[in-house]
């Protein structure tokens, strides 16, 4: 099992997590007919789907390494984006509980899924 | 915009194609025939932009290959193609030239709504038509009115014939078109669909298209004054609308697989750009492609492009399922999915096509390259509707349970 699925759930599911609970708190405010906010919930769907659908592309045993990547990428997109929006949509945090296991770093990571785009080169 | 600008033809616009189309039989069939013809349309797809010269040859080539006709269901004698292959199909033909992608967009949306709205022996007519080669283009759009929805161009019945009157734009397809489907709207404001012959006394189209992007598809004028069809010709279009049906998510999801097209051309582009890109005197390295900084870049066009290309599968399927079964729930579960995929396949077409440049430098930006073309092209086709509004009709199904309302633009 690769490193980066011990991360990638845990975003998807606090995105998943923070978008009820934003949808939980939106629908007795006013807010929920207001056009911006509506939109801002569509953007945090279509970030959490877009993960979900590349996190069933490497379901199988034999996922190639850059399809990892761009899932872990895609959901660490959505996670970011849930915590904006839940801090700015509530005023309030939601806590987000990090893997403790060792992960090469998102930002190597998009490094490295370039330099197999670009060059071939293989992803350790 | 003006009239007076004409293009340089080198075909001759026909009520009949010049030859028989090819009949395509399969899904795997059709995705091999549009890989061909793509290897074909990409080497000259640069200067026929540049130019501004009109796809003739290349749309015969491309109506004659049967790809227009794949489709025509099975019951009608076409391959019936699921829309995971009908998209992928356009996306291969959008990469190597998004114009040419596009050009068959209102086919086969007009397609669909034939077998929604159409009688029986409609049905026979123009599916038969479909297979023989026959390009439908269409006249549906109107700059002038309130609203994309509100139309001015009227049909009136008269006995045995339909008498049309008014004036279109964005008329895609049109001007090459063996066919011109027109809607007008009867004494009641309901839209019918007329299959008007390219040569009908009354119709004419002005190619008088001069937006910066999807230069070649000629998305211009049509003049519709006093065009005569007998009733024969016409189909309820409005129907489509009255009941839940996939025509909304139809349409949506070839306009996102263009853009999904667009897309893959600039990311390939990028690369090769990047690939051939000097150092940059502070990065250190020896070559532009060893630049960790592009390479990042690189890295998050490919996942953004990925994404893109799995949720427009996803949305696909979405389709096949509100084709096959046309409840409220799977319409609006269509249009829904096919939104996100109009969302991410636009912000990736215009991420890839404007990085292509950054990544590639200031040498990139020479006319003679044409390499801006995918940024015109991703931001003009990008408007067929706005984009803003998709992500709002997502967040409205999520936040407050109502459904996208249906109309072909959802």
Known sequence: MPKTHSHLQPDLTYARKALAALVAYLRVQPA???????????????RIDAADALAQRISGENAPAHAIIEARLAAAHAARLASTLHGELTGSDLPRQL????????????RQLGDYYLNGVAIA | ?????????????????????????????????AQQLAADFAREAGERDLERRLPWEELDRFSESGLWAITVPKAYGGAGVSFVTLSEVVA??????????????????????????????????????????????????????KTVAAFETQIRFDGDSAVINGEKFYCTGALFAHIVPVVGVDEQNRPFIA????????????????????????????LIEGVRVPVSDVIPAWKAYDQPTAD??????????????????????????????????????????????????????AWSLQAAEAILEKSAHAVDRALAEPSEDNVAQASVIVGQAKVLSTEIALLASSKLLELGGTRTVSARYNLDRYWRNARTHTLHDPVRWKYHLVGNQVLNGIKPQRHTWN
Do not use: C
């Open chain 1, 99 to 110: 893997s403790t296991e060792p992960e090469t770093p998102l930002l190597t990571q998009r």
């Open chain 2, 248 to 301: 909304g998510p139809v349409s949506q999801i070839i306009q996102a697989a263009v853009d999904t097209g667009i897309a893959r051309g600039a990311f390939a582009e990028a690369l090769r750009v990047t690939r051939a890109a000097r150092p940059w005197l502070d990065s250190g390295v020896e070559h532009g492609w060893q630049d960790p900084l592009s390479q990042a870049a690189i890295g998050d066009l």
């Open chain 2, 92 to 145: 291969i033909i959008s990469a190597a030239d998004s114009s040419l992608g596009q050009l068959p967009q209102n086919h086969f949306g007009v397609l669909n709504n034939l077998l929604l709205t159409g009688s029986e022996e409609q049905k026979q007519r123009y599916f038969s038509k479909a297979l023989e080669g026959y390009r439908f283009g269409n006249a549906f759009s109107e700059a002038g009115s």
């Open chain 1, 32 to 46: 929920k007919d207001d056009a911006l906010v509506i939109a801002s919930i569509g953007d945090l769907q279509i």
């Open chain 2, 195 to 222: 299959f008007v012959p390219r040569n009908a006394k009354g119709l004419s189209i002005v190619d008088n298209w001069d937006g910066f992007g999807q230069r070649t598809t000629a998305s211009g004028k049509a």
């Open chain 2, 1 to 33: 915009m003006t009239d007076n600008i004409v293009s340089t033809l080198s075909g001759q616009p026909s009520p009949v194609p010049r030859h028989r189309a090819r009949i395509i039989d399969s899904d795997a069939q059709a995705i091999a025939v």
